[in-house]
C-alpha cells in the first residue's frame, strides 16, 4: 500500500512539475511576442502592448468625459475577454491542426470567415498560429467588434499613430 502511495505521489509531482514548466515556456514566449509588431494588416507596425496602452488610455480619457467607471463597465470586460481569448485561440488552433475533428465543426462559421481559425496547422507551427490568431480575437474585441451595443463611455475609435507612437 506504501508502494502505490509513492508512486501516486510521483505521479503528481510529475504533473505539477510539467504544468509549471508549460506555463513557463508559453510566459516567455508570449513576454517575447507583446513587443514586436503585430501581424495584422490594420495594424501598421503597433505592438500588442502598444494595443493594450492605447486602449487604457482611452478608456481613462472616458471615464473624465462620461464620468462613468470604465474600470468596472469597460476594462474588466474587456480583460474577461482577453482571457477568454487565450481559450479560443486554443481551441482554433487545435480546429487548424485537426479540421475534421468535432472541435472544427463547432466553431461558427462567422469565426471561419473573419479567418480566426488558422489553416493546415503542423505541431511545429502551434506557438505561432495561436499568437496570431490570439492577436486577431484581441484587435476584433478591442478594435473592430460590434459597439452599438456597447455603454458609450466604453467605445473607443481605432488607435492612431499619434496616439501610441508606433
Partial sequence: MKMIGKILVGVIQFVVI?????????????????????????????????????????YKKNQEIYHYDTMT??????LFGLGYGVYLSSWYTYAGM?????????????????????????????????????????WFALVDGDSSTVVKACRLSPPTSSSTGY
Fill in 18 to 58: 510539467l504544468i509549471l514548466l508549460m506555463i513557463g515556456l508559453a510566459s516567455v514566449f508570449i513576454l517575447g511576442k507583446i513587443n514586436q509588431p503585430m501581424e495584422l494588416p490594420n495594424a501598421h507596425g503597433m505592438t500588442y502592448q502598444q494595443l493594450i496602452e492605447d486602449r487604457l488610455e482611452g
Fill in 73 to 78: 463597465g469597460c476594462v474588466m470586460p474587456n
Fill in 98 to 138: 485537426n479540421p475534421d475533428s468535432q472541435a472544427a465543426k463547432s466553431i461558427l462559421s462567422f469565426d471561419y470567415e473573419q479567418g480566426f481559425v488558422p489553416k493546415n496547422v503542423t505541431l511545429q507551427d502551434i506557438p505561432t498560429a495561436w499568437w496570431l490568431t490570439f492577436q486577431k480575437l484581441s
